[in-house]
């Protein structure tokens, strides 16, 4: 079965300063991969997703993540982190293309210092 | 669009009582998804609905939770009866067949079991 995993629960960068939150998946067949993120008090929001085309991928708000089979990684990051990015973030991984379901790991918090 | 709704978005409740929460998707999505998310077990996915039959219920936790899809624009998720561990925030989500996977997520509603 599909899964990730997403190493550090929690990680604290300084305003301004590189954002990596790393997640790795495992899945048999080419995956779709996805990262969300969550701010306070909501739900679910989609940051970007790897379907299979570019292995680049921007997202919203500066956030872009590199699909790297060779690692089984997919990495989130952001040149210079911003105190609104502070939220959680899921990684989620598909591999049976047409049902929708998805696998989410287990979410990273990020901390901004100011 | 007005993206996923859910009803009510706060509920606090007696252990013992029935619970009833709601959710109507995005027009034209196929696919929904109940989700549950607690500060120990993370987001966990209940159940899901393609085309409003249940795919995989593999999820809830026992007989006490109930969901339903009567038509394409709403589903329920009941809890009956209640019990305190129930606590949590519950999501609703989303999406469409076009092969992206891709989920929206609504904006949850707090539980409360007293």
């Known amino acids: 079965a599909q899964s990730v995993t997403q190493l550090g629960s929690h990680v604290s960068v300084s305003e301004g300063a590189l954002v990596l939150l790393r997640c790795n998946y495992s899945?048999?067949?080419?995956?779709?991969l996805f990262w969300y993120v969550q701010y306070p008090n909501q739900g679910l929001q989609l940051l970007l997703k790897?379907?299979?085309?570019?292995?680049l991928v921007k997202g919203i708000n500066g956030f872009e993540a590199e699909f790297k089979k060779s690692e089984t990684s997919f990495h989130l990051t952001k040149p210079s982190a911003h105190m609104s990015d502070a939220a959680e973030y899921f990684c989620?991984?598909?591999?049976?293309?047409?049902?929708?379901?998805?696998?989410f790991g287990t979410g990273t918090r990020l901390t901004i210092i100011p | 669009d007005a993206g996923v709704i859910q009803s009510p978005r706060h509920e606090v409740t007696e252990m013992g009582q029935e619970v009833t929460l709601r959710c109507k998707p995005i027009?034209?999505?196929?696919?929904l998804f109940w989700y549950r998310q607690t500060m120990m077990r993370g987001l966990e996915l209940l159940i899901y609905?393609?085309?409003?039959?249940?795919?995989?219920d593999s999820g809830m936790p026992e007989d006490r939770f109930s969901a339903k899809m009567p038509n394409a624009s709403f589903s329920t998720l009941k809890i009956q009866p209640s019990e305190p561990r129930d606590s949590a925030v519950y999501f609703c989500?989303?999406?469409?067949?076009?092969?992206?996977?891709?989920?929206?997520f609504g904006p949850g509603t707090r539980l409360t079991v007293l």
């Open positions: 989500a989303s999406s469409s067949p076009a092969g992206t996977d891709t989920q929206y």
């Open positions: 899945s048999s067949v080419p995956p779709y």
């Open positions: 790897y379907t299979s085309a570019a292995t």
């Open positions: 989620a991984v598909s591999v049976n293309f047409g049902n929708e379901k998805l696998t």
């Open positions: 027009s034209g999505h196929d696919y």
């Open positions: 609905f393609n085309n409003n039959v249940p795919i995989d």
